[in-house]
């Protein structure tokens, strides 16, 4: 692999894995907090910087994961406080917030396997580092 090939590579696994550790130390994150990380944005910029389609194929699952699973809009956890005068239950609070800790669980094991798999791919990179580029991986 050419030194600038190797380096945008590596740039768009850092890119991604930031991505990643933002939603692993400040997750979940709601739809709209999930647009704004742009997982798929970083999906893209790894594929045309020439990641193997195996191990792209394998991130795609593990971020559709993560997108799957939003933590509940803020608005939405007012609406239901405000709905139940009399908590039960099968109040309107008690399933959101099962299903915004369901959320937090997904998203952060969907995570941590996606950085997993860039751990792979940095130590591929490693291995097949140009030999005139000392690389911190």
Not at 1 to 6: G, S, V
Not at 38 to 54: H, I, M, Q
Not at 98 to 114: D, I, N, T, V
Request: net charge negative.
């Amino acid at each position: 692999m050419e030194r600038t090939a190797h380096r945008e590579l590596l740039h768009a696994v850092d890119d991604l894995e930031y991505a990643l550790n933002t939603i692993r130390n400040f997750g979940p994150l709601s739809a709209s907090e999930l647009l704004n990380v742009d997982l798929s944005a970083k999906l893209d910029r790894l594929v045309v910087a020439g990641a193997p389609s195996a191990l792209f194929a394998k991130l795609r699952g593990r971020t559709e994961q993560i997108a799957l699973h939003p933590f509940p809009e803020q608005r939405e956890l007012v609406s239901a406080v405000r709905a139940d005068e009399q908590p039960s239950p099968l109040s309107a609070v008690w399933l959101l917030i099962r299903e915004a800790s369901g959320s937090g669980a997904a998203q952060h094991l969907a995570a941590g396997e996606a950085k997993n798999c860039l751990d792979e791919l940095r130590l591929e990179l490693a291995r097949n580092a140009p030999d005139d580029d000392l690389v911190l991986v």
